[in-house]
């Protein structure tokens, strides 16, 4: 198993933010290629502290709102273009056709997709794969490259 697939600890909010601000260098010196980044993980287990961490070291200085009610949230910085979902209120994967969701996959853009099992049959194939989950006082994340445009953003992430 690769040093990205074992349950990384992360003790707190601020580690969780932490390590998705690795993930957000490692993604701002990647390819423009369009990437996306399915979330998964229990109500509370952080994901959308994660996403907040990478939009802040992808250069986001405004409000991150969580899209819980939106279901979606744009942010634009000079070099990307990040949508931020979160599925958590869909009822059926159907709900998720007047979003347009393919339109984010172009050079540039990046998606962040919470509870993508919701969507299932509707969301394009995650390049990068984390589950955050409860372990002791904390959380732990478990990180699986699912395309080869995926292997040397995690090499980057934990370097």
Request: include cysteine.
């Given at each position: 198993m690769?040093a990205a697939e074992r349950p990384?600890?992360?003790?707190?909010?601020?580690?969780?933010a932490a390590?998705?601000a690795?993930?957000?260098?490692?993604l701002?010196s990647a390819d423009t290629?369009?990437?996306?980044v399915?979330?998964a993980?229990?109500?509370?287990?952080?994901k959308?502290t994660?996403?907040?961490?990478v939009?802040?070291?992808?250069g986001v200085?405004?409000?991150?709102?969580s899209?819980?009610?939106t279901?979606?949230?744009?942010y634009e910085?000079?070099?990307?273009?990040?949508?931020h979902?979160?599925?958590?209120?869909?009822?059926?994967?159907?709900?998720?056709?007047?979003?347009?969701?393919?339109?984010?996959?172009?050079?540039g853009?990046?998606?962040?997709?919470?509870?993508?099992?919701?969507?299932?049959?509707?969301?394009?194939?995650?390049d990068?794969l984390?589950q955050?989950?409860?372990a002791?006082h904390?959380?732990?994340?478990?990180?699986?490259?699912r395309s080869?445009r995926?292997e040397p953003?995690?090499?980057?992430?934990?370097?």
């Amino acid at each position: 198993m690769a040093a990205a697939e074992r349950p990384l600890p992360l003790a707190d909010e601020a580690a969780t933010a932490a390590c998705g601000a690795r993930l957000g260098s490692a993604l701002a010196s990647a390819d423009t290629a369009p990437f996306v980044v399915h979330v998964a993980g229990e109500l509370g287990t952080g994901k959308t502290t994660f996403v907040r961490g990478v939009l802040r070291e992808l250069g986001v200085t405004g409000a991150i709102h969580s899209p819980t009610y939106t279901l979606v949230e744009i942010y634009e910085t000079p070099a990307r273009r990040i949508a931020h979902l979160d599925l958590y209120r869909l009822v059926s994967p159907r709900e998720l056709e007047p979003l347009a969701v393919r339109e984010f996959l172009l050079p540039g853009h990046v998606m962040f997709i919470e509870w993508p099992e919701r969507g299932e049959g509707q969301l394009p194939a995650p390049d990068l794969l984390l589950q955050l989950e409860f372990a002791n006082h904390g959380r732990t994340i478990a990180v699986r490259a699912r395309s080869a445009r995926a292997e040397p953003v995690v090499q980057q992430w934990f370097r």
